[in-house]
């Protein structure tokens, strides 16, 4: 009968963690098929065999020492008299019931469930530091050292933070063992026996916790001297990182702090031989009583006497670290600032000049043409376009500056009735094309000019797509089955669908039952293993979002908010850029720390990036994902980048060298506008490189505001094709003006450069400050005192349309500014904007036009008649051919090309001049 009752525990128990283990278990064999079908399953080994490491260590020494611990309070108990408590009632009251057999067995039982409960715990909270150990077996060197321990950025960024962890995992080790054991001695009845309260522990009781409070003592001291280092992280002072009161009080405190806790712990010691509690007792109060007055009152009384009533003398040096740090941290002493003072003497012959940088005026506003693009371009009501993109082509010759979307499928907007199971794994599996229209074209109705249209998608421009379907994208957020018994939808076709079957490279083969039966039980579907539609050549595909996907596989890199789709070789492709990011740089203000920029700049789109208090980044990596078979090419950009170079020695085989990035990617590469909008925000003050000015805060910058749709809003950065001053040609850049703190005039303006080789470069053009440069709001309160678009603007505001005022921006042309407003009219019970007018602001003019030309035309006057072209035949349109195609090299960074393309050419030139 006993032996009954024990095999049915044991099943019991059998069941019980199989059941609690299986689920985890199932999860990992369906994750590792999934990186071995993308490619990256040593990645993934990686990281999970070092989990595994890290918490069974954790798991046995804990288990180990607490198990230790426990028998170990148990044993000394026993050698003294019992005593009315918990404890032992508790056994006695088993004895009353019958229970007799279970008293002894109990609470061993308890005991070991406690310690392996806590011991499962430490494990499972240990895992999470697998990065912070491979990152210090594997630490990189910056090459720069910290002002204050002129340590390399290294130690701080890869080594501090494992030492810091290991004196956490063995305090928190200790900490329990000694709270443990209390709880034992407290049940037992072996606290607080006698009325004395100097001889309330029997000596074995007093030997075990002195002994553990000693080990804690001398683990705290360790954290004193590593709280050293963290001083360079301190807040406190005028500036992030210690200032002059953590240098000369609060340093010295550390160490003397370190001295008097590992002198608490040698006194914890010597009490052993003492009788009473006394000793003990009497140190740990004047631990405090001293901890309080060095750590606390000392750098305090240092701060308010010697400090602050001589502040900037004590503190400028400290400031220059910090100027000197954040400006390392965030990239800002690449920036090539420029004096640009704007000239009212722009002649329709500078236009002329500039004519591909007018060509490309953004006149339209993402977000009315995004709405354009879902009444016009959605086709059908399961396609739905989520955001507009932007980037440049060259397009039948000329560079293009355009605006696309993806075509996606968005399985909510499927009627109802159509909500089955089948079509939402089996048939509904992919979008459709995509909508590109360039960016200052406008029909006659005020609809974007498209490139590329509908469905099958047509193109008016020598941009083919060759493989349209959508696998892997911004909406994909469910799995599908594909290679199925049944087709899946392709795309509409009149009346009728196109059907198809998919023969990429994506999916996990799951034909086999085995794989089945994982997946059902893993998705919590049974139709997965007992459908019909499948067979052996069945796949399956999950993880289809870019976001999802590429954290998937380098869940320690930062991504930016927005892939952007692009058209390569005929196919779709996902471009995401990634940052290595940290929050260890000695001395860098964090973007997220507010006592100086908090209410200068919005930060909730660049949250995701910037939350942990970041005050490192670079954008280290581009990843390109292909929208149809779900392939991911991880591409170094920044080969110096010391963190990156630390994760490619971890993960040997997840990037690629920059060298293995093809001209037709690299061409579409453009300067990311979340880095980009980190670094204007830092640089909003850290322009000032003098700390008396940077103390004093007198040059304070910051981003311009503008009015949409009646409300005020901070102006986002925007990408442009222009001919930046004293460039040669027209090129891409992303631009953001900036306007000093509480004025509205523009003081300067950045630029970040994305073609060829001056990708990456950042040039400010900084005006005189004695010059007043209208800023944008005070554009906008121009054109709303111009009487005759007021009158206008009002009119169709009273016949049932809505005003849409776009985007305002500042084109910088030779050594001018013209200031370009759209106006689009949306009816107001409709859904599609129409680009109706262009307001033009070039000095004391303010002119609202139908088009940019007329608007231009009514400032400038009228373009002068080109001279008519001549035949050309022959040699010359053959040196008119290599020029175009080296133009084309060019753009897409294509050095070698453009070199071979440059040689023709001038020996057809040499030829010509004979």
Known sequence: MKSRQNLTLILLLTTFVLLAVSSPLVHLL????????????????????????????????????????????????????????????????????????????????????AVILASVAAAVASVASWETVLKFLQASSFGRSDPIFQRDIGFYVFRLPFYEGIQRWFLMLLGAGFVGAVVLYNLKGMLFRGKNWQYALARPIKTHLSLLLAAIALLLALGFWLGRYKLLYSGDGAVFGAGYADVHARLQAYWLMMFVTFALAILLIVSLWRRGLSLPIYGIIAYFVIFTLVDGAYPWLQQQLVVEPNELAKEEPYIAYNIEATRQAYDLNRIQTQNYSPQANLTRQDLQANQSTLDNIRLWDYRPLLSTYRQLQEIRLYYHFKDVDIDRYTLDGDYRQVMLSARELAYRQVPTRAKTWVNQRLKYTHGYGLAMSPVNTVTPNG?????????????????????????????????????????????????????????????????????????????????????????????????????????????????????????????????????????????????????????????????????????????????????????????????QDPILQTYRKIFPDLFEPSEAISPEIRAHFRYPLDLFKIQAKMYLAYHMENPDVFYNREDLWRFPLEIYEGTQQVKDPYYMIMRLPQAESEEFVLISPFTPVNKDNTIAWMAARSDGENYGNLLLYEFPKQVLVYGPSQIEARINQNPEISQQLTLWGQEGSRVIRGDLLIIPIEESLLYVEPIYLRAEQGELPELRRVIIVYENQTVMAKTLDAALETIFGKASPQPAARPVTGDIQSALDLHQKAQTALQQGNWSLYGQYQKQLGDLLEKLNQ
């Open 30 to 113: 369906v994750e590792a098929w999934w990186f071995e079908s993308v490619g990256f399953e040593d990645a993934f080994w990686t990281r999970i065999r070092w989990q595994i490491l890290i918490g069974a260590v954790t798991f046995i020494v804990y288990g180990l020492f607490l198990g230790g611990n426990a028998l170990l309070a148990m044993n000394l108990s026993k050698t003294l008299p019992k005593v009315n408590s918990v404890w032992n009632r508790s056994l006695n009251a088993l004895e009353y019931q019958g229970l007799g057999n279970y008293a002894d067995k109990l609470p061993k039982y308890a005991i070991a469930l």
């Open 447 to 639: 609809l974007p000019e498209l490139f590329i249209k509908n469905i099958p998608p047509t193109s008016t421009v020598d941009l083919k797509l060759t493989e349209p379907a959508i696998y892997y994208g911004e909406e994909t957020d469910s799995y599908i089955f594909t290679r199925t018994r049944t087709e899946e939808f392709d795309y509409p076709q009149g009346d009728e669908n196109a059907l198809t079957r998919y023969d990429g490279k994506g999916g996990v083969p799951m034909g086999s039952p085995g794989r089945r039966l994982a997946y059902a039980y893993d998705f919590g579907n049974l139709k997965i293993l007992i459908s019909n539609y499948f067979n052996q050549t069945s796949h399956i595909h999950y993880h289809r979002l870019i976001a999802d996907r590429v954290k998937q596989v380098a869940p320690f890199l930062k991504f930016d908010r927005d892939p952007y789709i692009t058209v390569i070789d005929g196919k779709l492709e996902w471009i995401i850029d990634a940052y290595t990011t940290s929050d260890r740089y000695p001395y860098s203000e964090p973007v997220t720390h507010n006592n100086l920029l908090g209410a200068i700049a919005q930060e909730e789109d660049i949250q995701p990036i910037t939350a942990g208090d970041i005050n490192y980044i670079r954008n280290a990596v581009k990843v390109v994902i292909d929208a149809y078979n779900g392939t991911m090419r991880f591409y170094v950009v920044d080969e």
